[in-house]
């Protein structure tokens, strides 16, 4: 599995601030482990913060904008989570789009936590079956999701594969299936 992903390029959608940082710090070494290369993507270049839950956690350099990318660069797209990150994400248009593009294209779309709200916005979830943190489901549902209390979810029926997960504890499944459905492995 050590090159899986070797030539691959995976997006990663932050805000500039509220990203859970083991949210995209974990899926984004199980890239880099797979031989993937991972690549911050923001709403705007330049410094974006962490959070561990509400405390500001690393910054880190986000190089590239949502507005600035195409989906044909990317073999996927991650939405780490954390509750400020994806609320805003869901009210920035080029966000999105850049993550609505993926579903457009049949790329692999991995999300945990909150992440699902920048899905509801883009209108993704209908008919997929998925699960979120438990304060997601209703929006989830609202939104034509089959909603699911599972460590982590892979649903092909759709235009994508769909990876989704609930919580910080679900990151070590979540990221062998990102690197397992990114990688085209089959079960």
């Not at 899926?27 to 993937?36: I, N, R």
């Not at 779309?109 to 916005?121: M, N, S, Y």
């Not at 699960?131 to 997601?136: D, I, K, Q």
């Not at 994508?160 to 499944?173: E, F, G, H, I």
Request: some cysteine; overall charge negative; aromatic content about 6%.
């Amino acid at each position: 599995m050590a090159s899986s992903l070797s030539g691959k390029k995976i997006a990663f959608l932050v805000a500039p601030e509220g990203v859970e940082q083991v949210e995209l710090t974990e899926p984004w070494k199980a890239v880099q482990e797979a031989g993937g290369t991972p690549e911050l993507v923001s709403t705007e270049v330049g410094k974006i913060q962490a959070f561990n839950h509400l405390t500001p956690a690393d910054t880190f350099e986000a190089d590239k904008s949502a507005d600035a990318v195409s989906v044909s660069d990317y073999a996927a797209l991650v939405l780490p989570g954390g509750v400020a990150n994806p609320d805003f994400l869901r009210t920035n248009g080029d966000a999105v789009a850049f993550a609505k593009d993926f579903f457009d294209a049949g790329k692999p779309v991995a999300v945990i936590c909150h992440a699902p709200w920048t899905l509801v916005e883009a209108d993704v979830v209908r008919g997929r079956t998925m699960t979120s943190w438990p304060s997601v489901k209703t929006d989830l549902v609202n939104a034509g999701a089959n909603w699911v209390d599972n460590e982590v979810v892979e649903c092909s029926r759709g235009p994508n594969t769909l990876v989704s997960s609930r919580k910080p504890d679900d990151l070590p499944a979540f990221c062998n299936a990102l690197v397992k459905v990114v990688g085209g492995v089959t079960s």
